[in-house]
């Protein structure tokens, strides 16, 4: 099955700028030095630097050399709210952002790119992460990528945006958890605002901004979806292919890697500069048990091995698929019982464990997106927690953590 759009935002001249660049590691700065002065790059959400808006150097934690910076949130979030400078305001080109992080345990980190030099204007992206997953979204759609990390370890996050196409990725540690296209292709600034429920360092910032011009020939993946998160169903993913170039596009071959390699072939078509086209495989796929790193490559672009830009033939996810249970398992670890089931408004979460645990709940829809989660830190046992459920109707998966222990059950919301 295939489906043909517009990208609205797709550019085919972009202005030539020189490349822009910026690094910063802390290290040759003191302990308890507010970053604000440092650099015209930084400052804060207010403009006062030097106070309660602005974060200090922090040598307890770095990932390179001895410094990184501290946030860590207050009551009704903040006052930290920090932000870097692009420059300028930037509406073409790729812009790759990179920093490490150091979240503690238990803790938030919050993050967001603003797409004007006034801050508050327009948000082009929001990164939250949480219990050991990150989620990014745009403020209109959420969970556009998915990836996951290890409290208490310091890890490198990447955001590469094509604002040119209208393509982002991210990666973690290089590897890549997620490709999509973004609302809105214009960078300014990002900005660091710790929430209540937020502690982490910051190291090993940087930006570099490079001109982008368009190949003749240039199939891109912009989009990825497995189609489900249960394991032992079957599901028929979709791979959306943009005409990232200026020559037209008449076939192509996608190829999906998870458990195995999948192939759909695509012909008689005739995508112009800025189209896209979902492709919907036609075989379906067997989801197997476990955490699967998937990727999704277009190739043979109008009968060719390649073309003019092979940065952007493929996208990639991490497809979790679960295996509902409805009992605790016979080895005494903890369970949870969910009631009422089928619920249309409210589900209530009873968790059976010995001693006071720590309690977090993800709510996830059929194609394995977060569409909610919670971190209940230490609660008491036969505590009764409320949950949500004024969705569309369908079938979710309730995925709740005891202890580091997790265990699923299937809900249906009416």
């Known amino acids: 099955m295939k489906k043909i759009t517009i990208l609205l935002a797709y550019v085919l001249l972009t202005t030539a700028i020189s490349a822009q660049s910026f690094s910063d590691n802390f290290d040759l700065l003191n302990a308890g030095d507010y ?244 492709v919907q495989y036609t075989t379906p796929f067997q989801l197997m048990p476990g955490t699967w790193n998937a990727t999704a490559k277009v190739m043979n672009v109008n009968g060719g091995t390649t073309d003019g830009d092979p940065s952007d033939d493929a996208a990639c996810l991490v497809s979790k698929h679960v295996t509902p249970t409805g009992v605790a398992d016979l080895n005494n670890k903890p369970s949870f019982r969910m009631y009422p089931n089928p619920a249309s408004t409210v589900a209530f979460i009873e968790a059976d464990f010995d001693n006071k645990s720590e309690v977090s709940i993800k709510l996830i829809d059929i194609a394995g997106r977060i569409v909610a989660s919670k971190n209940y830190g230490i609660i008491t046992a036969g505590s009764r927690l409320p949950l949500n459920t004024m969705l569309k109707a369908g079938v979710y998966l309730v995925e709740v953590t005891i202890n580091n222990v997790t265990i699923t059950q299937r809900l249906i919301v009416q």
């Open 35 to 278: 970053i604000g002065p440092t650099a015209i790059e930084w400052t804060t959400w207010g403009g006062v630097e030097g106070g309660e808006e602005d974060v200090q150097v922090s040598a307890a934690q770095s990932l390179s050399g001895a410094n990184s910076i501290y946030f860590l949130g207050q009551t009704a979030d903040g006052p930290q709210d920090v932000l870097l400078n692009f420059g300028q305001e930037f509406t073409d080109g790729v812009m790759t952002y990179e920093s490490a992080f150091f979240i503690k345990n238990g803790k938030t980190c919050f993050f967001n790119f603003q797409a004007t030099s006034i801050p508050g204007t327009t948000w082009a992206l929001n990164c939250n992460m949480a219990n050991g997953t990150l989620t990014i979204d745009n403020g209109g759609t959420d969970h556009l990528a998915v990836g996951s990390y290890v409290d208490e370890t310091w890890f490198t996050l990447t955001i590469k945006a094509n604002l040119s196409t209208g393509r982002w990725q991210g990666f973690i540690d290089g590897g890549c958890f997620g490709v999509w296209i973004n609302s809105v292709n214009q960078l300014a600034s990002v900005d660091f605002f710790p929430l209540e429920t937020s502690e982490f360092y910051v190291d090993n910032v940087s930006f570099n901004h490079v001109a982008y011009t368009p190949s003749a020939l240039n199939a891109a993946v912009t989009g990825f979806n497995i189609g489900g998160s249960i394991a032992g169903t079957s599901t028929y993913p979709e791979v959306t292919v943009a005409n990232a170039g200026t020559d037209p596009i008449t076939s192509f071959d996608v190829k999906i890697d998870m458990s195995g390699s999948y192939v759909e072939s695509v012909s008689g078509v005739n995508l112009t500069a800025g189209q896209s086209m979902t």
